[in-house]
């Protein structure tokens, strides 16, 4: 018994450098649809969080919630198209998806984290005007070159008000955001949780930048064996993309990554959801566990 | 020209006696949902909110939301029950019910309110532990008596935590508030609006409660001729509901006004939502528009 | 009765735009003492005042009283020189002037506008050393050329010190400055109000200057009709002065308004006193009702 | 020399415990028209007050100013009757009386306190609804007993509202406070300055009230020769009157401190401004010089 | 390895509902001269300390050092007489009790502390008036009876001048405090540290008292087996004392905690120094590793 | 009578200008050991540091002790060689001195001061990392030039953390430092405590730094007699150590105050404290007493 105590004893003591070192930082904590595998997955995000915060950290959390559009969309009978792998959104799918994301899967988010013990205050990008969006094109090839292609009710962050954010993070609120931007006219632009991340990240200066993902992080699968790439730089990821290391869906991530850190965003951490408080253990402990990509 | 110079500075000076009197005051506005009528309608009543905020109150609105609900619930083919007037709630109808409330009419009245120069934050009661809810039941004849029924998620304010209204209100936030509390373990339920607003205007002790109804207020149809109750007091509003003079929807409306008179609310109003800026008229000018309940 | 609330409404939300703009807002009014006409139109000036501060903004008020100066000069049987338009004064002039401007004149503001609900503190440049004086001489023709000439106890303002306005605004309350500073040993300097009002305001970076005085505004009286111009900017009001259309007492009127525009004040305003709330139409309608002149 | 620096030191070190025991202690001080004798006592008695500033003491100046009304009267041409020795005051009398009060015995204090390095106020009963006034009655006998006599604009203190002064205490003003207070419609009320600084005495809560005045304090010329006394108590100072050994003019400054002790001020000091530095002495050192009350 | 980021995941779930239960709470951690036994075991409860502080609690720390006072008495060639094990302390002893605890053990404390990231603050109670202390005397048996004995400058608390220490905690400092209390005339006593930290936790309302001893808690030795009792209550602790089963120098430990328990601190811990990182697993862990005394 | 309190008043008088002149300044005063030579003296001292602190000055105090240690060097048998007049240290020699400084001499201090009815408070360099400290190797002639030579822990000030000093002093403590610094591991380091006042004086941009010695100030003996320097500059200094005039021991003093105002102290005095209160009459009167440095 003595012994377990001293392993217990150890864990926390290997803890303490890190609580010290992000005391009173800002992390941004983007939460996929697709970690969202499991409710014994979601209680240990949820409880990782809530330590973070209880140590002294400020964690803002953005979630996606692509599966449980897809589903509510076929539940109405409302079909899709897509265009290089992005919905092409009119009013009605985008009206939908709204009333998903911060309807649904906002609410269970804050709903579990109280649960935990926070006090979780789900927002929007129309909330306070927090997250300002614009029309974004998608390049398409329409057989004599590229050309820019309307599809719909996506957009892009044009600027952040991070306001709200600071007024809830200093009173010990954990702010909760579904990617929903506000356009000129009101109008709500369904925003890549990922990049709308990214852009709070830098907006509020994050010391860290967490994308909570279904896959271990970045993988090398050359030399015949896969191997998890811990720590990566700019440049790094540059030449791995090139040279057809990262494919697949790892590319717009690792590229939104990149962007983010050209912003200022200082250190992205990508980590697999669907192994138990790896957000935790990626925060607490020496050798973390996803790939970080810094620059 | 000089004439009407006179009269709109006579209209400015007759509003400052109740903008001084409500200066630095909480105030709690229902917005019904029957009461969103056309857009010049919401636009009016968001412009009175922000009116209202600029000169130096604190409204917080609770909004309702049925007529989008049964719209939503008949896109997905799902038919509701209804009993003593109250819909039967099964779980998806809650899904469906919050979907609709947060994610749509919530974030509609708040991306409004931002259009006309306000700050407004969309919350629902699962906010940082806002609304804790419970099961309501309802009396139901069974031949022999009256007995409990259980109609499902439909549930009634059991505790308010004023918390996050205070920061944001202190802030120069507007909160706008979707009436869908959490249950002890964190299941949604819908809660009647009128009594969610009730609940709240008291828990923050605010100096008046304003519910904006699609009526011009409590009617008095005897003697052969409509006429409008400019004012009641708790008394007379038993004796009328007894004396058969307030009927159908208003029962429960001026029912819900007494349990929150009871409560500790000093005075509430019955507006039409359907005038344009009944609101504001009703709390700067000497007339008022509707009906007003006090002790 | 529909269309008068139709019309009460429409004034204040006419009025929501600028309360919101000038929210917080920093507004200095000279009120002259040509202005005082009548209890009704000083009552008016001071309603308007405490409207303002209810709503947001920061009044600061610098008043004028020659001719109540003149009258107690007369009751004692002091009789006065003039130069250039300006008194020669004496020590005992000048110990009239202050008893007449801080004693009585300020004081009556005072009452008026805590009458009508505000929290109005009078002072004099003296008090906290919000005015350091200087002599200022005045130019006069000797036959041979101009030379200066010393009339007495006539100063300019050398400088502000404008802690205790915001001690005063911070904490709600409206300052009213009697137009006397004080010189280095500590003698009172009888100091022109308008130039006294243009100096505070860009002190304390004030967002407008009003100048209430008993005229329309600026006017052209060219070809053959009096026009009231509603804006003019630094170029046209030199030009206007050059070209003899702007003359009289409105020249060094508009002259200390040029001055005060070079020195950062934005914008300033001359209004009519004797048109009963033209300082609140001014600011809370679009038309307006006198000059703006702006750079 | 050593012996000069000797002495220095050990004035220095009396006066410690007495600025221990006065820190952060709000004092008020009322300095009668008849102590105003010479600059040079004027400019002492303001050194003393900035000093007790500079130690940590908050001082709270109300001024008399007799001999300049009476002076101004008699400049005008008007004469005054008195009954009971109080001016019977006509509108033209306070007219004239608060010019004087405010516009000129006032305004040279708070120059002459600001020259040497504090930053005073000057206000009278009407700023910020200070001192609200009503009229005093006066008994006189009508041959039949007595009855009340109306003389006119003579006041007794209502009530104080003493926001303005926290404000202005708190950060760092002197407040100068002429007697002149409101009545219920805004008309001016003479107040007597010895009662006007015993109401704001406890108003504010002050740990002390010091009265200077042209004499040493209360003297006791029984047994052939006229000796101070430094300390009494109620009782003693009622006995003292009763037996006629304070008479003429000590006898309604000893019934205002009488009175002012009843309502809650701890302790009173009546001493002679036309002794140098009399105010100082009577707070820093043991011995004292005039007479205090206490209960 | 996953299995040892479970294990690792796990002890942090295991703290996190102590974080949040300790979270802002004063702890006072008394430190006992016999526990400092190697620089390892002191490194573990600094960290131990350090950690508490980072996520939330404000810790502070009492300490002990009897041996390193034997030492350096023996060292100047000083013996000490005893008498109910308490040591006879002249001016002589005091002062070298002093220079020991104050200047040394107390700056080991500090200086580790920081080390390890804190930054701690040593005090004595002496500094800023902490513990007013005053004689104690001892009963001894005189033959015919107990009588009081004087056996010099051991003091017991009189008052805690708890100021400094709010300043500290809530500037995020930690304070050290040696056990040395100053008598009315400034002469300075040695108080046993057990009742020192004891009557600090009281006077700051500490919500838990930590005794760090060397031994493992208080034991139960009947039955032939010694066994640690994990948790006693008052009546309990009484009835153990006096049926012999706590015995020797854990008696006047436990009567130590009695009467703080009756003064009012909530909850008292007695663990064991020379366990590496007891503190931590007592306050962290649900077993828990001492003996905790509760009302 | 009146004669003294004419006197008494002009010394009040005398001081006020220095009252306002250092209100809420910073001043540094280093107690030498030297200085502390009776009981009189140090009270004297203590008093004029009180004193400073009421009348609106920040003291910070830095002590000296070097009788003491030697006092307890020899109590022990410990033997002491010394080189440039430097102690050489070893870590027997460090303990008994930390011991002595901080375990006896500032609690001493501290004592007194708060006798005199302040609340101070006693630190060394190594609480809340104060003062790092760095080995000092000192210059020896080893027959063929100079070199460096080890001579134990004497250390100079490598960084000053002035961030409790704040604390402490903007909540009304006085702060009292003995100059023991802590190295990069943790080891104490012996500071001459002159330096020690320098370096914290302009980490903390102190107003002034007052070095209380055992003798007058800087003198010149040339031409027969001996004379006080009342007032010097850098030039000067550097000049009269040149030209022999400074020797002894004030080289080493005057060569510190003017690396002290290289750095950017703005005026150094060197005083007396064996003169009754010398430091109040260096502060509080015209002529001063000792010797002030200044650029």
């Known amino acids: 018994m003595i012994s377990g105590w001293h392993q217990k004893a150890s864990v926390l003591m290997e803890a303490l450098p890190y609580i010290k070192k992000f005391y009173g930082k800002k992390i941004v904590i983007k939460y996929g649809g697709n970690a969202m595998v499991s409710q014994e997955y979601k209680d240990a995000i949820m ?35 897509f265009v290089n792998g992005l919905r092409i959104t009119d009013e009605e799918t985008m009206e939908i998806a709204q009333m998903v994301l911060v309807g649904k899967v906002n609410k269970e988010i804050v709903t579990l984290m109280n649960k935990h013990g926070a006090r979780a ?17 998608t390049e398409v090839d329409n057989g004599n070159g590229t050309e820019k292609m309307d599809i719909g009710l996506v957009g892009r962050v044009r600027e952040v008000d991070t306001c709200i954010l600071d007024v809830l993070t200093d ?4 702010p909760v955001i579904a990617p929903v931007g506000a356009g000129p006219g009101g109008q709500s632009y369904n925003i890549n949780a990922d990049y709308a991340a990214g852009a709070i990240a830098w907006a509020i200066k994050a010391d860290k930048l967490v994308l909570i993902t279904d896959v271990e992080g970045v993988m090398d699968s050359r030399n015949g064996q896969s191997r ?36 200022g965003v200082e250190r992205i951490h990508i980590i697999n959801g669907t192994v138990l408080h790896s957000l935790l253990l990626e925060i607490f402990t020496e050798s973390g566990i996803g790939t970080m990509i810094e620059k």
């Open 47 to 81: 409880q990782d969080i809530v330590l973070m915060k209880y140590v002294g950290m400020k964690p803002i959390v953005v979630h996606g919630g692509g599966p449980d559009i897809s589903s509510m969309l076929s539940r109405v009978g409302k079909k899709s198209d």
């Open 121 to 137: 205050v789900g927002l929007c990008g129309k909330d306070a005007g927090l997250i300002m969006a614009e029309k974004q094109l």
């Open 171 to 174: 009173n010990g609120f954990i």
């Open 228 to 263: 998890l790439l811990s720590s990566i730089n700019r440049e790094q990821a540059h030449r791995l993309i090139q040279e057809g290391v990262i494919t697949g869906g790892m590319i717009p991530k690792v590229t939104c990554c990149l962007e983010a850190l050209e912003k």
